[in-house]
């Protein structure tokens, strides 16, 4: 807490984080509260560095009324969510809000003077400084993990789900695996669970799309991870369960999401078609897979260009002609602004009120002294 009125505590803040001891990867929040009981202007928040966090700043600084110590005070909150990124004492540096602190100025004459009178509402500004202090966090390592799963990293609340669009295939049709964590927490670090498909198939792997959003507690939302698969033999393949381990900080264990194993029918194509499937080879794995030859099933919407009349050059444009062109436009906007200055009215009030001001102008000029300047003027 520091204060930033003297004993009055016209003006001072206070910092704070929601959890001394996290543990790595937990979201924690850090509040900067500023208590207004005087006005000031252009306030400029120095935010400390943070060092061993990542750090998000929220978007809303909400503000509220309160009463401290009998003293009704404008609160302004600023926020921060911050991950620590490994285990060990932390510090967090002092904020710093430089401000200007409004005061009505005060007169030096006798009261009910001239002097007061003129002064009256008038202010001043004083530029001040408030320093917080510094804030000690203790991150706390996380305990050995000794599941059978591999640990995901993931620190918070999460769920795991697994969708295929299709389980009955033929040979060289393809389907999607969609694999969703979702939850709260570093969300944003998931990676993709381990797929693990039979040598059955291909798999052609999309780019994971994520809906994710921070709120007051943190991020939240989810990330999924699309894979194409495309079955190359026929029989009935599995796609082993899957499972996901991440810690919970709230629990101070690790838990386990987890999906059940989904199996896969595939049978040959109709016969008398080709099922060839076209396929990129992998890595090592030689040559791929011929593809079907393109077949002509049309011809286009416009028919093709043939012949060599269709490297003719078109007639080109004279250079008199182009010019005209050109300049036609502007030729007819400045007629027709002359046109508009031309037939303007002149009695209209703007032009007599500017006659009239430049001859109260050359009167006074023309008298420097005198009652007739003053009334000129």
Not at 259 to 270: K, P, Q, R, S, Y
Request: net charge positive; with cysteine.
């Amino acid at each position: 807490r520091a204060d930033g009125g003297g004993s009055q505590r016209d003006i001072f803040v206070e910092v704070d984080v929601s959890h001394h001891t996290p543990y790595p990867g937990q979201q924690i929040r850090y509040t900067f509260t500023l208590y207004q009981g005087v006005q000031i202007t252009d306030g400029r928040l120095e935010q400390p560095d943070f060092k061993g966090f990542e750090a998000h700043e929220f978007e809303e600084r909400p503000t509220r009324r309160t009463v401290v110590e009998g003293r009704e005070y404008l609160v302004t909150e600023v926020a921060y969510l911050l991950v620590p990124l490994a285990p060990g004492p932390v510090t967090i540096s002092p904020a710093r809000l430089s401000f200007g602190l409004v005061k009505r100025q005060r007169s030096t004459g006798r009261r009910g003077s001239l002097d007061d009178f003129f002064n009256f509402g008038r202010t001043q500004v004083e530029p001040r400084l408030l320093t917080s202090e510094a804030l000690e966090v203790e991150v706390r390592p996380l305990p050995a993990y000794t599941g059978k799963a591999a640990f995901s990293g993931l620190v918070g609340q999460f769920e795991l789900s697994r969708q295929v669009a299709q389980t009955a295939l033929k040979v060289g049709e393809s389907t999607t695996v969609a694999d969703t964590i979702s939850g709260r927490g570093n969300i944003r670090d998931a990676q993709a669970p381990a797929l693990d498909a039979p040598p059955a198939f291909k798999t052609y792997t999309d780019t994971p799309t994520a809906n994710i959003e921070m709120d007051p507690r943190g991020f939240r939302g989810e990330k999924i991870f699309r894979t194409a698969l495309v079955p190359v033999t026929v029989g009935t393949h599995r796609l082993p369960e899957i499972r996901l381990a991440y810690f919970d900080p709230t629990q101070g264990r690790y838990r386990e999401a987890r999906c059940d194993a989904i199996e896969l029918a595939v049978t040959a194509g109709e016969p008398g078609t080709d099922t060839t499937v076209a396929v990129m080879a992998s890595p090592g794995e030689g040559r791929g897979a011929e593809k079907q030859r393109v077949a002509f099933t049309g011809r286009d919407l416009l028919p093709l260009k043939e012949g060599l009349d269709v490297l003719k050059i078109p007639t080109r444009m004279g250079t008199g002609l182009f010019w005209i062109l050109l300049l036609a436009p502007a030729l007819a906007f400045a007629s027709l602004g002359g046109a508009l200055r031309l037939f303007k009215p002149a009695g209209d009030l703007r032009s007599r009120m500017r006659r009239k001001a430049r001859r109260a102008l050359k009167d006074a000029a023309a008298n420097a002294n005198g009652e007739t300047f003053l009334n000129a003027l």
